[in-house]
């Protein structure tokens, strides 16, 4: 499980504190896929990022029982200056799995051709976030981490078979979501939460959650 008791964050933006989360406490079970609606700016990338271990909590206590993964789109563990096929392999080490399947599967799902063993500097933003996704899929997480669900891409071959892979996890892992949108959530997620003022307010269901924000964001 992954569990936050007591956390706060902010941060000073020049003029005021803005404050992402204000003593907020909650647990993710393994098996409930949990989505979050949050309206932009209010710090979703802050919460994915502290879930993760990347950002730190001001205050209070983050555990995590299980594998929690990086988020999508996330590429600071990668090197730009080496190929896709380089850096599957050493991400594959430091995670304690099999260099050549995680490359051979990223490889696979990628589909990027002579592209994979080319320097990730040379890559489009597509071409990167069609990587850093594979290679969540390839490490096998207990709890994936995705913030505003699937990234942008004109490869449609890729979008399908990568979305049918996080279908199947769904069944034998956890994701959880952030969105300012309710119709990305839909397709993943079992439970919801709304983030709003430092405030995260949590439902069984997302069609109870769609309804406070609609009436925060809209009313």
Known sequence: MLEFENVSKSFWTG????VILDKVSFR?????????LAPNGTGKTTLINMMAGLEKPDDGEIRRGCNVSFPLGFMGGVISRISAHENARYIAKLYGLDPDYVEAYCRWLCNLGEYFDQPLGTY???MRARF?????????????LIDEGMPGSTDTEFNRKAGA??????????????????DILEKFARSAGVLMNGRLH???TLEEAKQLYDYETQG
């Open 15 to 18: 003029t005021q504190r803005k």
């Open 132 to 144: 850093s996704f594979s290679l969540m899929l390839a490490l096998d997480f207990d709890i994936y």
């Open 165 to 182: 892979i996080l279908e199947e996890r769904l069944r034998t892992t956890t994701i959880v979501i952030v969105s300012h949108q309710a």
């Open 28 to 36: 993710v079970e393994l098996g409930n896929s949990l989505g979050i």
């Open 202 to 204: 949590l439902f069984d």
């Open 124 to 126: 489009s933003s597509g």
